[in-house]
Each structure stands twice: as structure tokens, then as C-alpha cells.
């Protein structure tokens, strides 16, 4: 069955805690994403990899960090330097056709802080 | 990316037909059109995307106007399944990276 798993579904963080999620797909995608959507709010981008040992800012990577070790997984961790970490945590891969990039979305993380 | 504006919101009958519109006045000539639906709390599903030619798959039908100045998304027989927000985005032949969604389309099906 191929897709993009994020684990876990819920997630709760105590103050001063650094917590992991989970992103893995077995779609061979090279490029991998993450987002984080606020209630009511658009998705904003955190960061992105285009290829295994390589990443990138997004517009709200502060407090966050990654990895990409291999190219099946993209784990995310929310630091304590996050103030407002309480948000919906979206993984996407991606692949190419005809030029064109379209994005693929896991089910989501939710994480709420304690 | 060129602006879109879609309605804020749209009921449907179980059954019927569901055609939810998208302005893209400002499209150029390279910009492709893409839909992607958010069924409450779970990630955003890609539905499907066309640059001028009508298009359709297993899941809907996206017919896009001669000018490429709107467009709009069929979902042929909707179900209670297809409650959800759908969002039309315009993007760049080739770009790659951070996928703008707006506020969408909250399509309620109802029985």
C-alpha cells in the first residue's frame, strides 16, 4: 500500500520539551515538505527537503528543525523555542510530470501543548 | 502565483452533481490550475489540475474557460463524503515548493 504515513495522530508537549514527528511515504518521491495549519487559517510552509542530506527554510521555520537522512523519511521536531507550537502538522511529498510538481499530503499530526 | 477567488460556500444535494466555480482573472499563459480538497481534520487530497484543456479522472472533472479566466471543478455524483473545503491554486509551469492555498470552498452535501 503506498502512501505517506505521519505519526503519531495526536501529539502533546510539555513546556520545555522537544517533541518528533513522524513523516515516511514509499512513493520514491525525492521532495518532501512540511506545513503547519492553524484553525480556520491556510497552511504555511515550515521547511522542505529536494533531495537526501538537503533542506530549506520555509516562511516560519523558527523553532523547528529536520532532517533528511533518507529519502522515505522527513521527521520534524518541534523545539522549546517554538512558543506557540499548538497547531494541525502536515507532511507532503512530491513528484514530477510533464513539468509539473504536485504534492501529496499525509493525514496529519495534531499537536497540542500540556 | 495569480490570485483566485472562490466562493465561501456551497451546499449540494446527495446524488447530484456538485460545480464549484474558481476567478483566476489575472492567469498568464504558463499557469496551471490545481484542486485539492480538506476533508475536516485529516491532510488536503489532490483532486485534479489542467492548464487549458478540459480534464477529468476518477474523482472529478476541472473545465477551464476558453480565456483561462475561470474554472470549474465537477464532482460528477457527490456523496456525503465529499463535505469538505476545496481549494483552487494557480501555479507557475515548473515551480516547485510552497503550495499557497486560500480560504476555499466549504461544499456541504447534504441528504
Known amino acids: 500500500d503506498g502512501g505517506i504515513t505521519q505519526s503519531p495522530k495526536y501529539l502533546f508537549r510539555k513546556e520545555g520539551q522537544n517533541v518528533t514527528l513522524s513523516c515516511e511515504q514509499n512513493l520514491n518521491h525525492d521532495a518532501m515538505y512540511w506545513y503547519r495549519q492553524d484553525p480556520g487559517q491556510g497552511l504555511r510552509l515550515i521547511y522542505y527537503s529536494q533531495i537526501v542530506n538537503d533542506f530549506q527554510k520555509g516562511d516560519i521555520a523558527e523553532g523547528y528543525s529536520v532532517s533528511r537522512e533518507k529519502k522515505e523519511s522527513f521527521p520534524l521536531t518541534v523545539t522549546s523555542a517554538q512558543k506557540n507550537p499548538t497547531a494541525f502538522y502536515l507532511c507532503a511529498s512530491s513528484i514530477w510530470s510533464g513539468g509539473q510538481e504536485t504534492q501529496y499530503f499525509g493525514p496529519g499530526t495534531r499537536l497540542l501543548v500540556l | ?111
Open chain 2, 1 to 111: 502565483d495569480a490570485k483566485t477567488t472562490q466562493p465561501p460556500s456551497m451546499d449540494c444535494a446527495e446524488g447530484r452533481a456538485a460545480n464549484l466555480p474558481c476567478n483566476h482573472s489575472t492567469i498568464s499563459g504558463n499557469e496551471y490550475v490545481y484542486w485539492y480538497r480538506q476533508i475536516h481534520s485529516q491532510g488536503p487530497q489532490y483532486i485534479i489540475h489542467g492548464l487549458k484543456n478540459n480534464e477529468t479522472n476518477e474523482m472529478a472533472s476541472l473545465i477551464i474557460t476558453e480565456d483561462r479566466k475561470s474554472s470549474t471543478l465537477i464532482l460528477p455524483h457527490a456523496t456525503l463524503r465529499d463535505t469538505a473545503v476545496y481549494y483552487c491554486i494557480v501555479r507557475v509551469w515548473g515551480s516547485q515548493g510552497n503550495l499557497i492555498f486560500g480560504k476555499g470552498t466549504k461544499l456541504s452535501v447534504k441528504p
